[in-house]
């Protein structure tokens, strides 16, 4: 890749240009519409871990200690992430294609994918997830590795204090849980409504380089259990409350599961994300916006949708670092492996939860006739007694009974335009 974007600096193959003279890239960021905060370098134990030399400060001479230690590192990368995930991914991983034997590694899922978290200190078994960041060192790394085999000691102690000096997230739930142990000394131990609501700040300034601090990303609120919690909020319970699933518009969904990636605790997609559009009657080189629904411009879309997000942060690209020379943008995400296609396989999945959402609460706006289900009931043979609520997939969800019946119209449309097909049947055999 040696073609580098005039937007945003992502690295290319020539062929993937949208216009002739390779000014226009539409893959990374539609073609300037996109624009983020580049990724901060990381702390100087994850290039270490990772093998890469990605530290673009302070370079790192490897040796082969450390290629041995990264291959370790690598092969458990999974593992050491769960181990200080806020979060836990709930997801049934098909292990037909991950456990065969020999070949490359793959993460392949089945069924719904959904980010859940518990209260801050655990009821009566061991510490897990974000209860682990309220216990010393030692003691946090002995749990660590009770639940995760295989992990080395002095890698978990090592990422404990990085995370504990640089995640945001951490600074906010010691400070929430701290919230709640005073809350909860005021309405009595035995009251499980006494939470706390993180709010994230989507209104923060996302076109900086400076890392963000705790005030900048959530404010910590007080909750009594008297007012309505917004799917968007995180709600913290001090002990019991259960499991409570994260949405996917929540701009934490992937720092608190991906703490590796996002060691900062840089926040990811949310709703509130704008397209950088051209201003009012200003030229816009003839580029085509996205069509859909969110907020409007002439018809157009304006909102960044979460799958632009994720490509924007997918792409290698040379950026101009703080010292004000020229160099790669950190690839903590790049380099992660295992992790990395996991973490490819959660995008893909809350995109795709996230667009079936918006199809179940839009179904009036979908509907071109007035048949509100009749006609699919009819074709599906159903009788009144069975039928229900039911969801109409648009012909833009890829496998939907609509989306086959408009390709084999497409199909009979070219025939008519070109003659009727001809088969070419070739048969070999080995000799």
Same mark, same amino acid.
């Given at each position: 890749?040696? =073609?580098?974007?005039?937007?945003?600096?992502?690295?290319?193959?020539?062929?993937?240009?949208?216009?002739?003279?390779?000014?226009?890239?539409?893959?990374?960021?539609?073609?300037?519409?996109?624009?983020?905060?580049?990724?901060?370098?990381?702390?100087?134990?994850?290039?270490?871990?990772?093998?890469?030399?990605?530290? &673009?400060?302070?370079?790192?001479?490897?040796?082969?200690?450390?290629?041995?230690?990264?291959?370790?590192?690598?092969?458990?990368?999974?593992?050491?992430?769960?181990?200080? #995930?806020?979060?836990? =991914?709930?997801?049934?991983?098909?292990?037909? &294609?991950?456990? #065969?034997?020999?070949?490359?590694?793959?993460?392949?899922?089945?069924?719904?994918?959904?980010?859940?978290?518990?209260?801050?200190?655990?009821?009566?078994?061991?510490?897990?997830?974000?209860?682990?960041?309220?216990?010393?060192?030692? #003691?946090?790394?002995?749990?660590?590795?009770?639940?995760?085999?295989?992990?080395?000691? =002095?890698?978990?102690?090592?990422?404990?204090?990085?995370?504990?000096?640089?995640?945001?997230?951490?600074?906010?739930?010691?400070?929430?849980?701290?919230?709640? #142990?005073?809350?909860?000394?005021?309405?009595? &131990?035995?009251?499980?409504?006494?939470?706390?609501?993180?709010?994230?700040?989507?209104?923060?300034?996302?076109?900086?380089?400076?890392?963000?601090?705790?005030?900048?990303?959530?404010?910590?609120?007080?909750?009594?259990?008297?007012?309505?919690?917004?799917?968007?909020?995180?709600?913290?319970?001090?002990?019991?409350?259960?499991?409570?699933?994260?949405?996917?518009?929540?701009?934490?969904?992937?720092?608190?599961?991906?703490?590796?990636?996002?060691?900062?605790?840089?926040?990811?997609?949310?709703?509130?994300?704008?397209?950088?559009?051209?201003?009012?009657?200003?030229?816009?080189?003839?580029?085509?916006?996205?069509?859909?629904?969110?907020?409007?411009?002439?018809?157009?879309?304006?909102?960044?949708?979460?799958?632009?997000?994720?490509?924007?942060?997918?792409?290698?690209?040379?950026?101009?670092?703080?010292?004000?020379?020229?160099?790669?943008?950190?690839?903590?995400?790049?380099?992660?492996?295992?992790?990395?296609?996991?973490?490819? =396989?959660?995008?893909?999945?809350?995109?795709?939860?996230?667009?079936?959402?918006?199809?179940?609460?839009?179904?009036?706006?979908?509907?071109?006739?007035?048949?509100?289900?009749?006609?699919?009931?009819?074709?599906?043979?159903?009788?009144?007694?069975?039928?229900?609520?039911?969801?109409?997939?648009?012909?833009?969800?890829?496998?939907?009974?609509?989306?086959?019946?408009?390709?084999?119209?497409?199909?009979?449309?070219?025939?008519?335009?070109?003659?009727?097909?001809?088969?070419?049947?070739?048969?070999?055999?080995?000799?």
């Amino acid at each position: 890749m040696d =073609v580098e974007c005039p937007k945003c600096g992502a690295l290319h193959w020539k062929s993937e240009c949208v216009s002739n003279n390779c000014e226009k890239f539409g893959m990374c960021c539609f073609s300037g519409k996109v624009k983020l905060p580049y990724l901060h370098p990381p702390p100087p134990l994850l290039p270490s871990l990772l093998g890469s030399d990605q530290d &673009v400060l302070n370079p790192i001479r490897r040796t082969p200690d450390m290629n041995k230690a990264t291959n370790s590192f690598q092969s458990l990368i999974r593992r050491y992430n769960s181990a200080f #995930a806020f979060a836990s =991914v709930g997801v049934r991983v098909d292990e037909t &294609v991950t456990g #065969a034997p020999g070949g490359p590694y793959s993460f392949r899922i089945q069924g719904q994918l959904s980010h859940r978290m518990g209260s801050l200190l655990p009821t009566d078994r061991p510490p897990v997830y974000a209860q682990l960041y309220f216990h010393d060192t030692d #003691a946090a790394t002995t749990f660590r590795q009770e639940g995760n085999r295989g992990a080395d000691v =002095v890698v978990l102690a090592d990422l404990h204090a990085m995370l504990l000096e640089h995640n945001t997230f951490v600074t906010i739930y010691c400070s929430a849980h701290d919230i709640l #142990a005073q809350q909860q000394r005021i309405h009595g &131990v035995a009251n499980p409504t006494v939470t706390c609501r993180l709010i994230l700040d989507a209104n923060a300034d996302q076109h900086r380089y400076n890392r963000p601090t705790a005030n900048e990303v959530a404010a910590i609120i007080p909750n009594s259990g008297d007012g309505v919690d917004s799917s968007r909020d995180i709600v913290l319970h001090l002990q019991a409350g259960g499991l409570r699933r994260i949405s996917e518009i929540n701009a934490a969904y992937f720092p608190l599961a991906y703490p590796l990636l996002f060691p900062y605790g840089e926040p990811g997609w949310h709703p509130g994300l704008k397209l950088d559009l051209p201003a009012a009657g200003a030229a816009n080189d003839n580029d085509e916006l996205e069509e859909g629904g969110g907020d409007n411009n002439g018809g157009k879309r304006t909102r960044l949708t979460q799958s632009r997000w994720g490509a924007f942060r997918i792409h290698q690209r040379k950026i101009r670092l703080p010292n004000g020379q020229r160099g790669n943008e950190p690839t903590t995400i790049l380099c992660a492996g295992r992790l990395f296609q996991q973490f490819l =396989v959660d995008l893909w999945a809350s995109c795709q939860q996230n667009n079936m959402r918006w199809i179940r609460e839009n179904q009036t706006k979908l509907r071109s006739k007035l048949y509100s289900g009749l006609a699919d009931a009819q074709q599906n043979g159903e009788d009144a007694a069975s039928i229900g609520q039911c969801v109409i997939l648009p012909s833009s969800v890829v496998g939907s009974p609509h989306f086959m019946l408009q390709i084999y119209q497409d199909s009979m449309a070219l025939t008519r335009f070109f003659g009727h097909c001809d088969y070419f049947i070739t048969v070999t055999a080995n000799p």
